[in-house]
C-alpha cells in the first residue's frame, strides 16, 4: 500500500478537535483514521497504526 496522510482542524465550538487520515492513494480510499485535541505527530503516527492494525487483524499480508 502506497499512501498519504494528512490533518485536519476542526473548529468545535468551544474546543478544536484534529482528524488524522490515511489515505491509500490507489483505491482513495481512508484506511485510517483517528482524531484528537492537539495536533502532534503522534496523531498521524496512531491513524497509521490503527490502519496496520486492522490490516492485520484481518490478515492480510503488510510486506510487499
Same mark, same amino acid.
Given at each position: 500500500?502506497?499512501?498519504?496522510?494528512?490533518?485536519?482542524?476542526?473548529?468545535?465550538?468551544?474546543? %478544536?478537535?484534529?482528524?488524522? $487520515?490515511?489515505?491509500?492513494?490507489?483505491?482513495?480510499?481512508? %484506511? @485510517?483514521? %483517528? $482524531?484528537?485535541?492537539?495536533?502532534? $505527530?503522534?496523531?498521524?503516527?496512531?491513524?497509521?497504526?490503527?490502519?496496520?492494525?486492522?490490516?492485520?487483524?484481518? @490478515?492480510?499480508? $503488510?510486506?510487499?
Amino acid at each position: 500500500m502506497e499512501g498519504v496522510a494528512r490533518a485536519v482542524r476542526a473548529p468545535l465550538h468551544p474546543l %478544536v478537535l484534529y482528524l488524522a $487520515t490515511v489515505i491509500d492513494i490507489a483505491s482513495r480510499r481512508v %484506511v @485510517g483514521w %483517528v $482524531t484528537a485535541e492537539h495536533l502532534r $505527530t503522534d496523531l498521524v503516527a496512531d491513524a497509521l497504526n490503527e490502519h496496520l492494525l486492522s490490516v492485520q487483524e484481518a @490478515g492480510v499480508a $503488510t510486506t510487499g
